[in-house]
Structures are given as structure tokens and as C-alpha cells.
């Protein structure tokens, strides 16, 4: 009989006054793959740190290796054996790979000969197909190199729940089948069990024993994989289906070209005017190396980009106010949370377009007028520490329509977002698109990308691998894409 790794029993906790998770109940055993799906994200942060750290519950009991670590009335101060891999590295960057594995331990060693050192790296390595020396740091690692590294490091060090957060927002079709091998051998051959959060349950039906469906904060649906249906999972997401389908499709571009990108081996690709393009890249490769386009040439660009972007035949880098830039989780790093609502939608407008905009009392207060009546009382914030999530990205996006840039560049836009989040990223990007604004964006999975594109352009190796117009997206399936 399998051991019970993880068990949460009737679970209730409150944060800041707001409940996150409801009488959550399911448990976890040795080499179990757990898909847990979010509709609308609520308790997935809190559901992940409780698993990693012990903390009191508001009612219920979570249990791990058997023994009551949490409950109502309290919990043990012993941090749970457990990781996280998501899109934020969680290795030593100031060390190499064999120093990180040896002497990070409590019980590591004072004295090594070096030479041995980096032998028992390659053999800790070697069983998964990775050929590491050990002196790697963590910033020569591609983005899944690095994942493997720290499902492998978590093993070695004894962890029994790994936590897999969105892997398909920051690896390709490719990286993320090499992924789920490795999940599947750890599974099998050493009991790790697994919690893989993610959007789509055809992402995890390959490799999940058990799928879950979290709701309001509480599940909703806990079935093996291979009882749920096609229909169950309709059934469970149907309002989010219903939205997404009345969602307006956009309407065919005019053929008029609005910028370019350029890279080498004759690499060569226009936007039109008034689209929405969606470049999918298959290998992760090429997409950063666009997003450095975009920077060359300033304080922040360490060499010269391989690609090139123009834009009505203006090298981007030169001419900022012809385009803006959306990155990928932009809540954490785009706004400044000690400045208001107000300063923070207006910051690029006022340096740029209105350099004369702090001077004058009636133009903020007719800026802050009119948004009011968009986002409501919201307006009036003196800072961002209070607002939700739905609140800052609704702040960026009205920034951008603000800014009224030609192209706007939007890298994974949908990465921490629940099916209901998604709903409202679309309907950002629709409205942008009304107001002639064209958006290009940059992704590695296509997530619900394709409900507002026009065009679909799959990347491969520094080339343009496939274009598909909307009638033909179903064939990007064939790539191992999850197509709804």
C-alpha cells in the first residue's frame, strides 16, 4: 500500500481578513502526479505556501508523512520537505552546481578534492540525460536545464512533494515534454509525489495520475485522470466556456505594413497594421532575443541584439513612443507601488508626451475624473499595496491604451492567470485592438492566445517555422500545442 505523503483535511485559511481556501480536502501519496487546475485562482498562492511552510488554519488539519503538521490550534515551526519550480529560479545564483548540491547541505563537506566533486555531479546528472560538469552556474542554464536541476536538486536533498507552478508558460512544446519525463521516472522509480498547477487539463492528462479542479478556493473536482471526460471538464468550466466563446472574433486586419523584424540568416517578419500576432516560439530561443531588440542600444543592453525591429522604418530602440511593452507577470514589475493610481497611468505620458503634465492641477484632476469613471473609487488610490490583482492589470493595460503606442508587445500574457483572469486579459487586449492600437505577442505556449489573434506565426531555430491564419490554427496541434 502506497504511504500518504501529503493529506489536508477540511481546510479553511484566511488572509488579510479574505478567505483563500474552503474546506479543502485531498490527499497525496508516494509517486502520485496531482493536475490541479485553478478557475479563478483564488487560494492557489496560499494552497503552495502552505505546503512549503507550516502555518495555523483557520479549521481543518494538514498532515505530512503522516504526522499533523497544521490545525487549528497551530502548527510545528519545521518547514515541510517540499519544493517549488516555477518561472523564478530558486538556485543559488553566486554558486555553481556542484558547490550548490555538496556544500549547501548541513552535513556537507569542509574539504573536497574538486575532481571528485564534479565526478559525483555527473553521476547524480547522468541517469536523467543531462550532461552537466558541475561548474555551471545558474544563469548559463536554458530554462529547462534549470527546472531539471531543481526537481533533481529537491530530490537529492530529500524533498517528497515537488510543486510544478505553469511550466508551460516559460518552456516550449519540446522543453515541456522532457519535463514530464523526468516527473514520470522521479514518480515511479522514487515516489516523489507531485502537484502540477496549470491551465488546461490536456496539458497534464500525459503525465497526472489524478486531476483536480479548484474553485471559490475549494475543489470542486478530484478524480483520477483516467475517469475525467471531456464533458466533465465542460461541465466544471462552463461559464468560463460560455465567456470565452461570446467573445467577439477580431476582424481581419488591413494589409498594410506597420513594422518589421529582422534577424539573421535572412530572417524577416512584418506586422500588419491593426492585427493581433501571436509569435509562438517552439524552442524558447528566439523570443528573448526579440524582447532584447526592443532595448538596444541603452543603459540596460549588455551586447548588440541579433534582431532588429522597425517600426514605420524606425529601429524601435530609437523612438520609444512608438511602442510599449507588456512583460511577462507585469504586476511585480512594471508599476511603482509607493506612487498613486494616478501617477502610475500617467508615468510614461507625463515624461514623454506631456512634459508639462505635474505642473498643472486641472490636468491630473481631469485625468483622474475621467478614469474614474472607468475603474470607480479605484482611481483615488494613493498607492498600490491594497489593490487585487484584477485592479494592477487593469491599471496596465488602461496605461497602455493611455500611451496610444502603434505596436504594443505583450510577452506571455496570460502566465498566473485563472480561466476567469483570462477572460478579462482578452478583453484588454480587444479593446486595445478597437482603439487602433496592434498587438504582437511574444509567447512559448498558447494558452488562450489564440481567441484574439488574427495571425499565428510558430518559430523554430532562429527561422519562421509555420504561418497560420485563423481558419488553420487547429493545425498547430501537430507541434504537441494545447489548441482549444
Not at 483572469?421 to 487586449?429: A, F, G, P, T
Amino acid at each position: 500500500m502506497k504511504r500518504e505523503i501529503l493529506s489536508l483535511r477540511h481546510v479553511c485559511l484566511s488572509r488579510d481578513g479574505e478567505e483563500q481556501l474552503s474546506e479543502v480536502t485531498f490527499s497525496l501519496y508516494e509517486g502520485d502526479v496531482l493536475g490541479l487546475i485553478s478557475l479563478d485562482n483564488q487560494g492557489l498562492d496560499a494552497l503552495v505556501e502552505l505546503v512549503l511552510h507550516n502555518r495555523r488554519l483557520d479549521r481543518g488539519h494538514l498532515f505530512f508523512a503522516e504526522k499533523e503538521v497544521s490545525s487549528y490550534l497551530g502548527c510545528t515551526a519545521k518547514e515541510n520537505k517540499a519544493a517549488v519550480v516555477e518561472s523564478v529560479s530558486h538556485l543559488i545564483p553566486a554558486l555553481n552546481l556542484a558547490d550548490m548540491f555538496f556544500f549547501a547541505k548541513k552535513k556537507g563537506p569542509l574539504l573536497v578534492h574538486r575532481a571528485k566533486l564534479n565526478r559525483q555531479i555527473r553521476m547524480i546528472f547522468e541517469p536523467y540525460g543531462m550532461k552537466l560538469t558541475g561548474a555551471e552556474y545558474p544563469d548559463q542554464l536554458s530554462a529547462l536545464d534549470r527546472c531539471r536541476v531543481e526537481i533533481i536538486k529537491a530530490k537529492t536533498f530529500g524533498c517528497k512533494v515537488i510543486v510544478v507552478r505553469e511550466p508551460s508558460s516559460f518552456l516550449s512544446a519540446g522543453e515541456l515534454a522532457c519535463l514530464h519525463l523526468l516527473i514520470r521516472k522521479l514518480a515511479a522509480e522514487d515516489g516523489i509525489a507531485c502537484m502540477y498547477l496549470c491551465n488546461h487539463h490536456r496539458e497534464v492528462m500525459s503525465v497526472c495520475s489524478r486531476l483536480a479542479v479548484m474553485y471559490a478556493g475549494t475543489v470542486v473536482l478530484n478524480k483520477a485522470s483516467a475517469a475525467v471526460t471531456e464533458r466533465m471538464m465542460s461541465v466544471v468550466s462552463e461559464d468560463f466556456i460560455k465567456s470565452i466563446t461570446g467573445l467577439p472574433r477580431p476582424a481581419a486586419p488591413a494589409a498594410e505594413p506597420l513594422a518589421t523584424i529582422r534577424g539573421k540568416n535572412g530572417f524577416a517578419l512584418t506586422v500588419f497594421k491593426g492585427e493581433c500576432l501571436v509569435l509562438l516560439d517552439l524552442d524558447n530561443k528566439t523570443i528573448p532575443r526579440i524582447a532584447d531588440a526592443l532595448f538596444a542600444r541603452t543603459p540596460f543592453a549588455a551586447r548588440r541584439p541579433e534582431y532588429r525591429v522597425f517600426i514605420d522604418g524606425t529601429e524601435a530602440y530609437r523612438n520609444p513612443l512608438l511602442w510599449s511593452f507588456i512583460p511577462a507577470e507585469p504586476a511585480g514589475r512594471t508599476l511603482f507601488y509607493d506612487l498613486s493610481y494616478i501617477d502610475n497611468l500617467t508615468l510614461k505620458n507625463s515624461s514623454r508626451k506631456l512634459p508639462h503634465f505635474w505642473l498643472f492641477k486641472r490636468y491630473r484632476a481631469h485625468v483622474c475624473g475621467e478614469y474614474r469613471r472607468i475603474v470607480g473609487d479605484v482611481a483615488e488610490s494613493g498607492n498600490l499595496y491594497q489593490l487585487g490583482q484584477r485592479e494592477l492589470y487593469e491599471l496596465i493595460y488602461l496605461r497602455a491604451g493611455l500611451e496610444r503606442p502603434k505596436v504594443l508587445f505583450i510577452v506571455q500574457p496570460f502566465i498566473g492567470m485563472g480561466m476567469y483572469q483570462r477572460i478579462r486579459i482578452l478583453e484588454y487586449i480587444s479593446q486595445l485592438r478597437r482603439a487602433g492600437i496592434t498587438v504582437v505577442i511574444l509567447a512559448v505556449s498558447l494558452s488562450d492566445s489564440l481567441q484574439a489573434a488574427s495571425r499565428l506565426i510558430l518559430l523554430q531555430d532562429g527561422r519562421i517555422e509555420k504561418e497560420l491564419p485563423p481558419e488553420r490554427f487547429d493545425q498547430a496541434a501537430s507541434y504537441g500545442l494545447v489548441v482549444r
